[in-house]
T-cell receptor
Framework: GAVVSQHPSWVICKSGTSVKIECRSL??????MFWYRQFPKQSLMLMAT?????????EQGVEKDKFLINHASLTLSTLTVTSAHPEDSSFYIC?????????FGPGTRLTVL | KNQVEQSPQSLIILEGKNCTLQ??????????LRWYKQDTGRGPVSLTI?????NTKSNGRYTATLDADTKQSSLHITASQLSDSASYIC????????????FGAGTILRVKS
């Protein structure tokens, strides 16, 4: 399987600021990565599909201008939460597609004050 | 509508006991069905993955079954350990969705001594 890391593991920021979350595929060149959001006691919700070298594909209801995704290399995708607000506080998880499996990162806990 | 429903919502068992978690899905056709374990504050980790033609798949103390006729899957955990305390998520990959996944809400298992 693929080893996926995320940085930071947790972040606290003030309302109105932007936060960047990194997702790295450590041992696999990933043309496709996924970004999920998970609220407490709920399951993962797909936000967007990150494609290396092209624009991300966003799920319905997810604002592309608020959640900026950049997949500039085969091992790195970044999610930037712009002008964060308390309702953006959540657990953000990325995953890497390897053949017919997805391998998930450890997640990033975002708290917006 | 593609849905995955899990039961029970939560479960408490004594260390050393066995338990079975249920998953009912309406996704059809699908490429594969997966069970993930998610520890609190961590990303999901794959336990088993089965194609529609497989009936059972084991991974150590975890055994997943699949009945494509009734659209049900189960995850059986034998000789539970305290470290098994986690959320167990049933995930189905609809064939029409490509790499996108449909997640169940998960069963929260607590193993106590």
């Amino acid at each position: 399987g693929a080893v996926v890391s995320q940085h930071p593991s947790w972040v606290i920021c003030k309302s109105g600021t932007s936060v960047k979350i990194e997702c790295r595929s450590l041992d696999f060149q990933a043309t496709t990565m996924f970004w999920y959001r998970q609220f407490p006691k709920q399951s993962l919700m797909l936000m967007a599909t990150s494609n290396e070298g092209s624009k991300a594909t966003y799920e319905q209801g997810v604002e592309k201008d608020k959640f900026l995704i950049n997949h500039a290399s085969l091992t790195l995708s970044t999610l930037t939460v712009t002008s964060a607000h308390p309702e953006d506080s959540s657990f953000y998880i990325c995953s890497v597609q390897v053949h017919n499996e997805q391998f998930f990162g450890p997640g990033t806990r975002l708290t917006v004050l | 509508k593609n849905q995955v429903e899990q039961s029970p919502q939560s479960l408490i068992i004594l260390e050393g006991k066995n338990c079975t978690l249920q998953c009912n899905y309406t996704v059809s056709p699908f490429s594969n069905l997966r069970w993930y374990k998610q520890d609190t504050g961590r990303g999901p980790v794959s336990l088993t993955i089965m194609t529609f033609s497989e009936n059972t798949k084991s991974n150590g103390r975890y055994t997943a079954t699949l009945d494509a006729d009734t659209k049900q899957s189960s995850l059986h955990i034998t000789a539970s350990q305290l470290s098994d305390s986690a959320s167990y998520i049933c995930v189905v990959s609809p064939r029409e969705y490509g790499n996108k996944l449909v997640f169940g809400a998960g069963t929260i298992l607590r193993v106590k001594s």
